[in-house]
C-alpha cells in the first residue's frame, strides 16, 4: 500500500548516485558575443553532390556515398537512392504532416539559399550530436526569426546513440522540424532561456514517433540524479530530461497549451514566462503543475502497478526515480535531521527508512517529492537557492503525524510524500517492467516471495509457450528498494525472439513461474 499526500511543512541533503551526462541531443545556435550584440557567423552549409527531394516537396536532402559523411549504401529497391537517404525523406514528410497538418503549426519559410526555396537536409557526421538546426542570417534580436537548414547524423551507426539507425533519425527529424518552425515564426531567444524549446522539442519526438521513446534514455539520467538537471536553471541541454513535464501537460491540456505559449514567445515573452501565462489562461500556474508531477515522477517501473492515477501512459516502461539520500538515510532515535539547499525548480526526493519494532520485520520507506518554487528567480535566471531543513522524531510536539506511524515530520518546504509499506511492498508478485522493450529497458526483475532463502541463488528457466525451455541462468537475489528479487540483463536474453514466454524462478523446493512479454 502506498499513501500520498500533500502538504506544507520536509527533508534531506547528500551523496548523489552517478549519472551519465549525455552531450546534447541538438545543436540550435543563436549565440550572442560577450558584448551581448550580435549572434555569432552564420554557419557555412556542407557541401554535399547528391540530392533527392521529398515526396511533398517541402524538403530537399542533401548526402554523399563517400568519406566521413557516407551513408549507408544499401538500396534495396534498387532505384539509385540509398535506402536511408529515402527514410530520411519519409520522415520529414511524415513530421511535417503530423506537426503542421495535424497540429497546426504553420509551415518552414522559404530558404531562398539552397538550390531552391525548400528546407535543405544535409546527412553528415554529427556524433555526438544527433542533428542541428542553423540560421541562414546574423542578427541582434533577443527574438532571432530566420531561415534555416538542417544537419541529421549520416548514419545513427555510433555506439553512443540511445537510438540508432533510422529510427534515430526518424526522431531527430521530427525534432528538428519544430526547431525550423521556431525559428521561422516565434523567434529563437538567446540560450541561456531555451530549455521549453528543447523539452517541446522533444516531447514531440514521442507525438510524431510514439514506438521510438529516444526521451527514455534521457528520463534515465534525469531520474538518477536530478540535482543535475534543474528545471528552473534555462540551460537548453537538459531541456530534452524534461520532456516528460511536456508529455504530461499535453495529457491533461493537448497541445493547445503549447499553441498558446509560442503565441505568447511570438509577442515577446521569454519562454518560462510564456509557459506559465498559458497555464494561467487555464487556471494554473507552473508551480502547480511542477508540484502536479511529482507522482507521475514516482510511479514508475514497479510503482506504476500500485496506484490507477497519476502515471504516464508507459509509466512501466519509465525506470525508478532514485532518492537524494547519504548512508545514513535510516531513522535512529532520537531523530532524523538533514538541510540543504535547493536550486529553483528542482526536483528532488529523500527517503527515510523507518523501523519496526518487531524483529525480522522489512522497514517502512517514507519518500517526498520536493522543490524550490522561486518563479522569480527562474524568470530572471538568478538561480537563487533556497534553504530548507527536515527534522524526524518521536513526541508530543503538534506536528502532523506521519500516517498511522509513531513518527512526526517538521520541514519548511512544500512536499508530497509517498509511505510504502515495507512487508507490503516485498510481497510484489509480477515482473517489471512488463513488456520487456529490449531497446529501451537494460533489465528484467523478478520479485521473490518471502519463502526464497537469501543465501542461495536461483535458476530461472524461460520456457516456450509449448513448455519448451529456451534459456537459463543461475542469478545471484539482489533487493532494490527493500525488493528482494531476481535481475535479468538485456544481454542475456537478446537472442530470444520476440514474443510471450513462461520464467520459471526454482530454488530447491521453492518455485515461482511469471509471464513474460519480450519485444
Not at 522533444?202 to 526521451?215: A, F, G, K, M, Q
Not at 507521475?296 to 502515471?311: G, I
Not at 545514513?328 to 527508512?353: A, C, N, W
Not at 522493450?437 to 524461460?462: A, G, M, W, Y
Request: glycine share 4%; proline share 6%; aromatic share 14%.
Amino acid at each position: 500500500m502506498i499513501l500520498i499526500v500533500r502538504s506544507i511543512i520536509v527533508l534531506i541533503s547528500v551523496l548523489v548516485v552517478n549519472a551519465q551526462i549525455r552531450p546534447p541531443k541538438c545543436a540550435v545556435t543563436h549565440e550572442k558575443n560577450k558584448n551581448a550584440t550580435t549572434i555569432s557567423s552564420v554557419k557555412p552549409r556542407p557541401n554535399l553532390p547528391f540530392s533527392q527531394k521529398t515526396s511533398s516537396g517541402f524538403a530537399t536532402v542533401h548526402y554523399t556515398l563517400s568519406g566521413l559523411n557516407a551513408v549507408p549504401i544499401e538500396d534495396t529497391n534498387n532505384n539509385q537512392i540509398p535506402d536511408y537517404v529515402e527514410a530520411v525523406c519519409e520522415a520529414l514528410d511524415y513530421s511535417y504532416k503530423i506537426i503542421v497538418d495535424s497540429l497546426g503549426y504553420p509551415a518552414p519559410i522559404a530558404d531562398n539559399l539552397g538550390p531552391d526555396a525548400s528546407l535543405d537536409v544535409y546527412l553528415v557526421e554529427t556524433f555526438p550530436l544527433y542533428g542541428a538546426t542553423y540560421p541562414d542570417v546574423i542578427t541582434s534580436s533577443t527574438h532571432l526569426i530566420a531561415p534555416t537548414y538542417l544537419e541529421i547524423d549520416n548514419d545513427f551507426a555510433n555506439s553512443g546513440y540511445y537510438t540508432k539507425g533510422i529510427d534515430g533519425a526518424k526522431v531527430t527529424v521530427a525534432h528538428e522540424l519544430h526547431h525550423v518552425i521556431q525559428y521561422a515564426h516565434y523567434g529563437l531567444t538567446p540560450n541561456n532561456t531555451r530549455k521549453i524549446y528543447e523539452m517541446y522539442s522533444t516531447y514531440l519526438e514521442s507525438i510524431v514517433y510514439p514506438d521510438i521513446p529516444d526521451y527514455i534514455s534521457y528520463v534515465t539520467d534525469l531520474f538518477s540524479n536530478t540535482t543535475l538537471f534543474p528545471f528552473g536553471d534555462g540551460n537548453p541541454n537538459s531541456g530534452y530530461h524534461w520532456s516528460i513535464f511536456a508529455i504530461m501537460l499535453s495529457e491533461k491540456y493537448s497541445d493547445s497549451l503549447f499553441k498558446d505559449m509560442w503565441e505568447f514567445i511570438k509577442n515577446g515573452s521569454f519562454p518560462y514566462q510564456a509557459l506559465d501565462s498559458a497555464l494561467i489562461k487555464r487556471n494554473s500556474s507552473i508551480s502547480q503543475e511542477f508540484t502536479a508531477l511529482f507522482p507521475y515522477c514516482f510511479y514508475t517501473n514497479y510503482r506504476a502497478s500500485l496506484t490507477q492515477n497519476t502515471k504516464f501512459n508507459n509509466a512501466n516502461a519509465l525506470p525508478l526515480l532514485q532518492p537524494f539520500s547519504s548512508a545514513d538515510s535510516i531513522y535512529t532515535d532520537p531523530s532524523y535531521s538533514h538541510s540543504g539547499r535547493l536550486k529553483p525548480f528542482e526536483l528532488r526526493m529523500f527517503t527515510v527508512q523507518l523501523p519496526k519494532d518487531g524483529k525480522n520485520q522489512p522497514p517502512d520507506t517514507f519518500s517526498f517529492i520536493s522543490s524550490n518554487f522561486d518563479v522569480e528567480s527562474m524568470y530572471s535566471g538568478t538561480n537563487t537557492q533556497q534553504e530548507y531543513f527536515i527534522n524526524i522524531f518521536k513526541g508530543q510536539f503538534f506536528v502532523p503525524t506521519i500516517e498511522n506511524l509513531p513518527y512526526k515530520l517538521m520541514t519548511n518546504l512544500t512536499y508530497e510524500y509517498f509511505l510504502r509499506y515495507g512487508s507490503e511492498v516485498k510481497n510484489i508478485q509480477f515482473v517489471y517492467p512488463l513488456p520487456f522493450i529490449r531497446k529501451q529497458h537494460t533489465q528484467l526483475c523478478f520479485p521473490l516471495s518471502n519463502d526464497f532463502s537469501q543465501q542461495n541463488s536461483v535458476e530461472v528457466t524461460f520456457l516456450s509457450v509449448d513448455g519448451i525451455k529456451v534459456a537459463g541462468f543461475t542469478k545471484l537475489i539482489v533487493f532494490q528498494n527493500t525488493i528482494s528479487q531476481i535481475q535479468i540483463l538485456t544481454q542475456e536474453i537478446e537472442q530470444l525472439s520476440p514474443g510471450l514466454y513462461i520464467a520459471v524462478l526454482q530454488q530447491d523446493d521453492k518455485q515461482q513461474q511469471f509471464k513474460v512479454v519480450l519485444r
